[in-house]
């Protein structure tokens, strides 16, 4: 089994019904708007999928609803984020079985583990499963950082194929390339740094703003990889203050709001989580009223080589 890891991956909101359960609907509209606009994968079960609050078995149902509606249009990868390294690689098993065709996949979650335990904890995973893996480095929200020195301990591992890096710090990208060159494929996993990452080698954007805004999102990649890069930010620029709204610790519910209010998902998050209320919705509002005033049709358009 393979994935072409290029192109861009939804981390997709996790959609509930009013009963807090996953609502086929939603998730069918959403996916759909966003296969429309050309992306090349679909995450699910990630950060900004509300995992955190996801059983196992709801996970293992998320896989195969989402697989079952991509009907092999493009790869479903499951995010990996479990406390315990038997749960992880009992989920990355029950992922494959539900029709997940990669992982991606984080280091312990809760404890803080040193180099060693983390080393440890991702070949024991990569051993449980037959699937090709991404890794997922985000040390600013979980405190473990897997360095360029340890991406190249583990380059003898191939079934780590992918990178998503979102250290924050866009300097990375230069460095892992300069370290281990093409061994990996490297994706930006942070929206206000996703376009200066694909200048710089990235291949590939986990995105998170493009549940909501499919084709903007798309638009960015394809320019920037045919070195378009002034259309590219023009239509970057436009985004950015929605971007931001991916960096932050409420970016669920900023997410999820926009995209209730262009029609591709609702508002509802579960507890702890509580959707956005008073002075804080009002400005996300605005936020996104003011892009979708301005939204650049034609140069989106141009860029999907659609009809604007």
Same mark, same amino acid.
């Given at each position: 089994?393979?994935?072409?890891?290029?192109?861009?991956?939804?981390?997709?909101?996790?959609?509930?019904?009013?009963? *807090?359960?996953? %609502?086929?609907?939603?998730?069918? =509209?959403? @996916?759909? /708007?966003? $296969?429309?606009? !050309?992306?090349?994968?679909?995450?699910?079960?990630?950060?900004?999928?509300?995992a955190?609050? *996801?059983?196992? %078995?709801?996970?293992?149902?998320? =896989?195969? @609803?989402? /697989?079952? $509606?991509?009907? !092999?249009?493009?790869?479903?990868?499951?995010?990996?984020?479990?406390?315990?390294?038997?749960?992880?690689?009992?989920?990355?098993?029950?992922?494959?079985?539900?029709?997940?065709?990669? $992982?991606?996949?984080?280091?312990?979650?809760?404890?803080?583990?040193d180099?060693?335990?983390?080393?440890?904890?991702?070949?024991?995973?990569?051993?449980?499963?037959?699937?090709?893996?991404?890794l997922?480095?985000?040390?600013v929200?979980?405190?473990?950082?897997?360095?360029?020195?340890?991406?190249?301990?583990?380059?003898?591992?191939?079934?780590?194929?992918?990178?998503?890096?979102?250290?924050?710090?866009?300097?990375?990208?230069?460095?892992?390339?300069?370290?281990?060159?093409?061994?990996?494929?490297?994706?930006?996993?942070?929206?206000?740094?996703?376009?200066e990452?694909?200048?710089?080698?990235?291949?590939?954007?986990i995105?998170?703003?493009?549940?909501?805004?499919?084709?903007?999102?798309?638009?960015?990649?394809?320019l920037?990889?045919?070195?378009?890069?002034?259309?590219?930010?023009?239509?970057?620029r436009?985004?950015?203050?929605?971007?931001?709204?991916?960096?932050?610790?409420?970016?669920?519910?900023?997410i999820?709001?926009?995209?209730?209010?262009?029609?591709?998902?609702?508002?509802?998050?579960?507890?702890?989580?509580?959707?956005?209320?008073?002075?804080?919705?009002?400005?996300?509002?605005?936020?996104?009223?003011?892009?979708?005033?301005?939204?650049?049709?034609?140069?989106?358009?141009?860029?999907?080589?659609?009809?604007?």
């Amino acid at each position: 089994m393979s994935v072409n890891w290029e192109g861009v991956f939804p981390a997709v909101t996790t959609k509930f019904n009013d009963a *807090l359960e996953i %609502d086929a609907h939603w998730t069918e =509209v959403n @996916l759909e /708007a966003q $296969l429309a606009a !050309g992306v090349a994968g679909i995450v699910v079960s990630g950060s900004l999928g509300e995992a955190s609050t *996801l059983s196992m %078995d709801e996970k293992a149902e998320l =896989v195969e @609803l989402t /697989a079952k $509606l991509v009907k !092999g249009r493009v790869p479903v990868i499951c995010g990996i984020a479990q406390r315990t390294t038997a749960d992880a690689c009992t989920m990355s098993r029950m992922a494959e079985a539900a029709g997940a065709e990669g $992982l991606m996949l984080l280091p312990p979650m809760l404890y803080t583990s040193d180099s060693r335990e983390t080393m440890t904890f991702l070949r024991t995973v990569a051993e449980a499963t037959d699937l090709p893996i991404m890794l997922y480095n985000n040390p600013v929200a979980y405190n473990v950082d897997v360095t360029p020195d340890m991406l190249l301990e583990l380059a003898d591992e191939p079934k780590f194929e992918a990178i998503k890096e979102s250290s924050d710090d866009v300097r990375r990208i230069t460095d892992i390339v300069n370290l281990v060159g093409d061994r990996y494929h490297i994706f930006t996993g942070v929206d206000n740094i996703a376009l200066e990452a694909l200048m710089l080698g990235g291949v590939g954007w986990i995105a998170g703003l493009v549940c909501a805004f499919p084709r903007e999102t798309v638009a960015i990649y394809n320019l920037a990889r045919q070195g378009r890069y002034a259309e590219a930010v023009e239509i970057y620029r436009w985004f950015m203050p929605l971007l931001h709204l991916d960096v932050s610790t409420k970016l669920v519910q900023n997410i999820k709001l926009a995209e209730a209010m262009v029609g591709l998902g609702t508002e509802t998050v579960r507890p702890p989580r509580l959707p956005l209320a008073g002075e804080e919705r009002s400005r996300v509002v605005a936020t996104i009223n003011k892009a979708l005033a301005n939204r650049p049709e034609e140069l989106v358009s141009e860029a999907l080589g659609q009809p604007c």
